[in-house]
């Protein structure tokens, strides 16, 4: 008797893992060392915000990818809504990572992010443009760019620039700032109205500022070329 309970709890614990290992199976198969090996830009990533579809190459995703070692995620099959992304493009030429820019975006030199963002207010954009310029100067260390002019802030001491349109502020609205304009200010951010609610920023590196407009232009025709119809 004790016997034949012995075998029917080995048997139990026998189809148990074998259960377990037939259901764990097409997890096996992507592992993070599978998904290392992938063309990423052989999948897409499918998600919604604020009612806009995007399908974007899974290569501009490597945000994600580096916090796993490199391992690619799965995309979903089902469009997911999201309320935020970040998008890691080359700086040059927008390109989503590939093998022979890998050493680039790892080393995050030559890369540039992206965020879209629904989580801020949609009016964020405009109170920051309603109230902020009222204390704005114009400021000669600044001078001004391709349609842009710079300002100085009371709130942000002489060293806080923002270029932005000439006053009055029209949408949809742009604002490129440098938080701290000094001579060794590398990077400077772009904060945009892209469409339906839905906000970008990026970081512009200071030699690239001159080209400002060319960059920004690339910017929105990258996220157009998303957008599912």
Not at 24 to 47: G, Y
Not at 49 to 61: A, E
Not at 156 to 177: A, M, Q, T
Request: net charge positive; proline share 6%.
């Amino acid at each position: 008797m004790r016997k034949k309970r012995g075998l029917s709890l080995i048997l139990c614990v026998k189809l148990f893992w074998l259960t377990f290992l037939l259901a764990f199976f097409p997890f096996v198969l992507a592992t993070p060392q599978d998904r290392t090996m992938i063309d990423p830009n052989k999948e897409k990533v499918i998600v919604s915000m604020r009612g806009v579809s995007f399908d974007i190459p899974l290569g501009y995703f490597f945000h994600d990818a580096s916090f796993t070692r490199g391992s690619w995620p799965v995309p979903s099959k089902v469009r997911s809504l999201e309320r935020s992304l970040v998008i890691t493009a080359a700086i040059d030429d927008l390109h989503p990572w590939t093998r022979e820019t890998a050493a680039s975006f790892a080393s995050g030199r030559g890369t540039m992010r992206i965020r879209l963002d629904t989580n801020t207010p949609v009016n964020w954009l405009d109170n920051y443009m309603k109230y902020r310029y009222k204390t704005l100067y114009e400021s000669e260390l600044a001078g001004s760019l391709d349609g842009l002019k710079g300002y100085g802030s009371k709130y942000g001491g002489p060293n806080e620039v923002s270029y932005l349109p000439s006053l009055p502020l029209k949408k949809p609205y742009l604002i490129l700032r440098c938080g701290n304009f000094r001579s060794d200010t590398r990077m400077c951010e772009v904060t945009f109205d892209y469409r339906d609610g839905i906000i970008v920023e990026y970081a512009l590196p200071v030699w690239k500022m001159k080209d400002w407009r060319l960059t920004h232009q690339s910017v929105v025709n990258l996220l157009n070329s998303f957008i599912s119809n």
